[in-house]
């Protein structure tokens, strides 16, 4: 059974075709990389997984996206309680203009948990999650605006592993910020997938083949090659996938 | 001469120009400012603000203008603030981007610039006549409220283009509806544009004379009013019939009232500027 399935699924921008034909089956508490130059629809294919898609105008999807065997797109499901279950980390980090605390109680508060105790529970045991405890533990109430890039970043997580999603889809997560907090981010990865099940898109061909377990190669909105990580950078089956991860392209 | 020097001597005659036109500005300000202090100032006491209008002009006062002005202000408020930000938001966050909507776009942006005048007789018109409102406090808030609502729409909207998309995005990632992003999020993240946008037209209406007038704003009022269909009076139409008389007194009067309509309306930028300071420090954390 797998967590994430697409189901030869189109996307088009208008008359642009993004995505094509695209079929691929995710299984849980894996983590899987998307990789592929830009404009290769490897982002377009994530946001399909929460339906963020849906925010632009003028799209139009076809196939299907299963989430633990269910149509999201067809079947009659509620888009906030969906959208719940899957979380979501940016290419930016996007703290709200809040304090570090109200930021990660934020889809506590959404979904009118009032119980004061169970909240700061949460929020500790989700910054901890997210290894930002330490580092703000004293300092709760300030903008989370005051933060580092990194550490905006890893509020970020916390923030999406608070309401305690089954999958975390992250966007070039690491992208923005220094080494250090890129090896920090990729050391969170490994230690969350014994919980959830984690799609990432990355440019950074390394980290890619340090943090996931199974790997997609896209181009021109087409899927390649999906196979184990260790494949695709070693042996792949794919000319195309030999070109891009050895750096020839992309 | 080379083409740098040229450019240098180019760039030295503009910021002349521009100090020129700043000068200007500040002239004509400091003189009109001076102008009605010199008039007015040693008639400010608390009996001219405390007194009903007399035909005596040194026993005359603006008690029910003050009176009227702030019920007519509150009732301004609340009705162009709710419409107003509700419709700012709904072009922004919920309309579709097509040719009806930068229509209406357009047509919003030129209702800020048609004359106040044209407002006053909509509201004879319509709230006055064909609603039967008479010349209440009533009609008066509510001809004024139109007349502000293109300025707190465009405001609004501009100060909720601000927020960054990557807000909205996360906000709805996390599985919070429309709604719940718009107040949690957007409208927080958005406060100190809309609030400047708010107290900018109140602080406009609060000048305006002449919708008010066409609308039958009375120029004698005896008495305070004492609900939203009494009739009124307020400052500026107060400033307005004094300076017709012919009584030197009664000049300096409305020198007297114009320096209060001023401490008024600088207080209410006051309160603007506050506001958007504190909201952006707290911001910023």
New interface residues.
Partial sequence: MFKLEAKNLDLFYGSKQALKNISMGIKPNTVTAFIGPSGCGKSTLLRCF?R?ND?I?NVRIEGEVLIDGRDIYHSRINL?????K???V?Q?P??????IFENVA??L???GVTHKKFIVETVERSLRQAALWEEVKDNLN?????LSGGQQQRL?IA??LA?EPSVVLMDEPASALDPISTQKIEELVHALKSKYTIVIVTHNMQQAARISDKTAFFYIGELIEYDETSKIFTNPGHEKTQNYVTGRFG | MNSSQINRIKDQLFRIFAILCTAAGILVLGVLLYDVCSKGLDRLSWEFLANLPSRFPEKSGIYTALYGMVWLLVLTILISFPIGIGAGLYLEEYG??NRMARFIEVNISNLAGVPSVIYGILGLQIFNRMLHLGNSLLTGALTLALLILPVIIVSTREAVKAV?K????????????KW?TIR??VL??SFGGIITGLILSISRAVGETAPLIVIGALVYVPFVPRGPMDEFTVLPIQIFNWTTRPQQGFVINAAAAIIVLLIFTFFLNGIAVYLRNRWYR????
Avoid: W
């Fill in positions: 929460n963020m925010l105008e906030d309680d969906h959208r719940k899957i979380g979501m940016f930016k996007n703290p709200f203009p809040k304090s934020y889809g508060r959404i979904n300030k903008s989370a605006l005051a970020c923030r999406a309401v | 579709k981007r960054p990557s807000l909205r995005e996360a906000s709805l990632a996390l599985g919070a509806t719940q949690r999020v927080p993240s707290k911001l910023k954390g």
